[in-house]
């Protein structure tokens, strides 16, 4: 069984520009990928873990495999490879800023006996898929891909199963994410925005982020 996650450094997670410089995402971004590839290597549910960029990074105990293209065409190319050689694993594509996942979530997904497991992400997107055969399947992200996803499923004849996860369908993109990861995270990404001086602020009943002066 393999994993795969995706990732991009450059002008990483342009929609908390109004909170972040465009080298603290970049780091952030790192830290959420580091804290992903972390817990897939703890769990031991996978004998292979790729990670598939654009940079040149560096990120212990993972294969990083550079690619030129875009998401899709990027992840879509991995899975055909994978068919091409006869490499007929599962496989888990997982996004890298979904940081608060665990090995129990692993573990859970991993287990599912569904020819497709997808997570959704909030407003239609997808943050992890889990494929029993890599070549029954392709990709197509951005917009709501979720629902293109669960579509992809049925017209290829497979069973899929919508996986349901806190920790798996928080990905983190805006500004009131960090909530999420400032409540409930103990790793990297946590320790990296606290050491911005990132906090919980409840202003009106309402929680939201603030960042004091270090």
């Known amino acids: 069984m393999r994993a795969v996650i995706p990732f991009k450094k450059n002008n990483a997670k342009s929609r908390l520009s109004s909170l972040l410089s465009g080298k603290e995402r970049e780091e952030f971004a790192l ?10 290597v703890s769990s031991e549910c996978f004998s292979v873990i790729d990670i598939l960029t654009t940079s040149l990074i560096d990120i212990e105990d993972v294969n990083i495999v550079l690619a030129g293209k875009g998401l899709n065409e990027s992840l ?7 068919a091409s050689h006869s490499i007929n694993e599962p496989v888990l ?14 573990e859970d997904i991993t287990a599912s006996q569904s020819d497709v497991a997808i997570v959704p ?13 890599p070549s029954s399947f392709h990709v197509d992200y951005y917009g709501q891909s ?5 579509q992809i499923a049925s017209c290829n004849g497979l069973v899929y199963e919508i996986f349901d996860s806190f920790n798996l369908s928080t990905d983190i993109d805006e500004a009131d994410d960090l909530v999420e990861i400032l409540i409930h995270g103990s790793g ?23 960042r004091e002066k270090i």
Not at 146 to 150: G, I, S, V
Not at 195 to 205: A, H, P, Q, V, Y
């Open 31 to 40: 830290s959420m990928l580091r804290d992903v590839a972390g817990t897939l």
């Open 76 to 82: 879509n190319e991995y899975l055909g490879k994978m």
């Open 93 to 106: 594509i997982i996004m890298a800023d979904i940081p608060l996942v665990s090995g129990k979530n692993l």
């Open 121 to 133: 992400g909030r407003f239609g997107g997808t943050n992890a898929i889990f494929i029993r055969n």
């Open 146 to 150: 979720f629902l293109k996803h669960c």
């Open 188 to 210: 990297r990404a946590a320790g990296y925005l606290k050491s911005l001086g990132f906090g919980i602020s409840d202003k009106n009943g309402r929680v939201g982020v603030k």
